[in-house]
């Protein structure tokens, strides 16, 4: 079974998942960011394959990616460092990026290597929906890797009901119309929230995309199975002296 | 008019699905989707219909001065022993192209209701012909563009800010237009109710390079009908213009495409050489990938990340070019060539002191290729002048010979 169904399926709670961008700050900090995420208390890791031009991004995480490519990472490094990862690491994990960097890659060696490490979900938020359905589908199915794509407060119930019955693992619900790491205030999303709760979903929803603290993270729960953390979390690792402290104290703040 | 022509049954131009060949399609992330759905659905039927042209003529016409002249050009003519002819895209108002393509989608945003425009510029005549058309129409503007760009193109940032537009530098990555169109698109994803992103060139997702190509192929459309009056043909042996993301040669080779006894020559910019490390020359060293929403040709990394290109024309520097441009490469449909920084130079040089015309920078890499042809006499050569030079003078100026 794969760890994200497993995780849903077993935890009764909401999900904490947490966004960081591969190779940052330092390059070979990725599998100890990982690790003590899941010792802190995190549910699930989103690890970014830092990609140039990150058109879904805001600022915070368009500095780590450019500081992680500077760092050297790239999809080959990123698959090295993950190699044995799974002995020390149970909670899921997905890569998310932009389709470019993969398709150099090659998607089918993609696949297979994610299979290998033990990844268990994707986003590539520049995948559209037809091209997935027609070209890609078959491929991450043969290699049991969950497919995750975005709804936004824009997406009609008809295309949600899509996008649902191709989703895999969970459905990535956009809190707003924005690019990553924008404050809005969240208390305007409630009718959004509620009204995707209301469609009773086939998979559980995350919310992500300005979830920074407490509040956010309880206002994106109370319509939803959980929440995702990105911006503020590659804000708070950016320059601290203390790793393993930093991100026990961000999670401890959260879950507290 | 001609703009909307069904080239269904086209080799080359685009199918139903929004790709040339391999190349196009919509990469969008969802948060585009309601946008750029909406103008896939309707680009097509505003464009045909009546009101919706008419008020477009007569834009071009009153507004922005067309048709364009089709100046045979006689001394540059005897230089290389065949009939030149420029088609004047330089007298348009605003100096370029771009305004074909700005005065089309600003029709379109009204129809679609919106009351805002984005759009991101390279040499900053995309900019100045949106900050225009905005003025016209009394809508809100913000044009993006690199820091490094509105260093070298001072004069058309003082004229964006002189028609009311805001300009808002773009300081990621190479701080040029790849870095413009990346902050142009999140600002989209941040506004996608009230705003219209009027892209320039034949860029981005489906069905924008379709949109954009069919706007500018009045160039087209005008040229077969001015080269019919004056030589009794209305195809010449070659039609050539340059390319950055490929607007003006669009609009060139527009109703030339099916045309196969009309040999098709883009120019990209070779900037310091093609090979020197310092170059825009896309065709030559870019591989297939997905740039602004669109598969195509782009340079890039072994592992996919797009690279910084370079060229003294801030409107040619662009690690992609647009799809029907990548199609039209891979099928041999078109010749693709490039000029050096130093052969546009000595190119707008040529023009100047020949014909009393100071071209821009990006137009005169087309001229810098006349020698590069094979040329007969007797040939008819049809050049776009896409713009004219007076926006690069800074730079004609350092090198003033
Ligand atoms: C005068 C002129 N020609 C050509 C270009 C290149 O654009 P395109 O390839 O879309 O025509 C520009 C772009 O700014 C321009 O200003």
């Known amino acids: ?256 | 008019m001609d703009i909307t022509i069904d080239t269904s049954h086209s080799k080359y131009h685009v199918n139903k699905k929004g790709y040339y060949g391999h190349f196009g399609g919509a990469y969008i992330p969802e948060m585009l989707y309601p946008n750029v759905a909406e103008l896939q659905e309707k680009y097509l039927e505003i464009m045909r219909d009546p009101a919706f042209l008419s008020a477009f003529e007569q834009l071009l016409k009153d507004y922005v001065g067309r048709p364009s002249p089709l100046y045979l050009a006689k001394r540059l003519s005897e230089k290389y022993g065949v009939d030149i002819y420029l088609k004047r895209e330089d007298l348009n108002h605003t100096g370029a192209h771009k305004i074909n393509n700005t005065i089309g989608q600003i029709l379109l945003a009204k129809r679609l209701g919106k009351k805002r425009i984005i759009a991101e510029t390279g040499a900053g005549q995309h900019g100045v012909a949106t900050a225009t058309v905005c003025a016209l129409m009394g809508m809100e503007c913000v044009v993006y563009m690199g820091s490094v760009d509105i260093q070298r193109q001072a004069p058309n940032v003082a004229r964006m800010k002189m028609l009311g537009a805001t300009v808002v530098p773009a300081t990621s990555g190479s701080k040029t237009l790849k870095d413009a169109t990346n902050e142009a698109i999140r600002d989209w994803i941040n506004n996608p109710v009230d705003t219209h992103y009027i892209i320039g060139s034949v860029v981005g997702p489906h069905p924008y390079p379709d949109m954009v190509a069919r706007f500018q192929s009045v160039i087209s459309e005008e040229i077969r009908r001015q080269l019919k009056e004056k030589t009794g043909k209305s195809n010449p042996d070659y039609v050539m213009a340059c390319v950055g993301g490929g607007s003006n040669a669009a609009g060139t080779f527009f109703h030339f495409v099916d045309e196969e006894d009309v040999r098709l020559i883009a120019v990209e910019a070779a900037g310091k050489g093609v090979h020197s490390g310092y170059s825009a020359a896309t065709s030559q060293l870019g591989r297939m990938g997905v740039i602004h929403a669109s598969k195509t040709l782009l340079m890039q990394t072994e592992d996919g990340q797009i690279v910084e290109p370079h060229s003294i024309s801030a409107g040619l520097d662009y690690p992609g070019v647009g799809p029907l441009h990548a199609h039209l490469f891979e099928t041999g449909r078109a010749t693709f060539l490039s000029a050096t920084d130093d052969e546009a130079l000595e190119a707008a040089y040529e023009l100047s002191r020949l014909e009393g015309i100071i071209p821009a920078l990006e137009s005169a890499h087309a001229i810098a290729k006349l020698k590069d042809l094979s040329l007969q006499p007797g040939q008819v050569v049809v050049v776009c002048l896409s713009g004219r030079g007076d926006k690069d003078m800074e730079t004609y100026i350092k090198h003033l010979k």
């Open chain 1, 1 to 256: 079974m794969n760890r994200i169904d497993q995780l849903f399926r077993d935890k009764p709670g909401h999900i904490l998942n947490i966004y960081c961008t591969a190779g940052f700050p330092a390059l070979n900090d990725t599998l100890t960011i990982v690790e003590t995420l899941q010792k802190s208390g995190a549910d699930m890791v989103e690890l970014g394959m830092p990609f140039s031009d990150p058109l879904a991004d805001g600022p915070v995480i368009q500095d780590s990616s450019t500081r992680a490519i500077a760092n050297g990472m790239r999809i080959s490094v990123l698959f090295e460092q993950l190699k044995g990862f799974r002995e020390r690491v149970s909670l899921p994990v997905v890569l998310m990026g932009y389709l470019n960097p993969v398709l150099q890659f090659g998607v089918e060696e993609f696949c297979k290597k994610c299979a290998e490490t033990g990844i268990d979900g994707l986003i590539l938020p520049d995948l559209p929906m037809d091209e997935y359905e027609n070209e890609y589908r078959q491929i991450f199915d043969k290699y049991g890797l969950h497919f995750i794509f975005l709804v936004t407060p824009e997406t009609s119930e008809a295309r949600i009901r899509k996008i649902d019955s191709l989703s895999k693992g969970f459905v990535y619900a956009v809190s707003s119309s924005s690019t990553t790491g924008k404050d809005k205030d969240m208390s305007g999303q409630q009718a959004y929230f509620a009204r995707l709760q209301a469609m009773k979903l086939k998979n559980p929803v995350l919310i992500g995309f300005g979830i920074r603290d407490k509040a956010t993270f309880e206002a994106a729960c109370a319509h939803s199975n959980g929440a995702i953390i990105g911006s503020a979390f590659v804000k708070a690792i950016e320059n601290s002296a203390n790793l393993q402290q930093t991100i026990q104290e961000f999670v401890e703040k959260i879950k507290a």
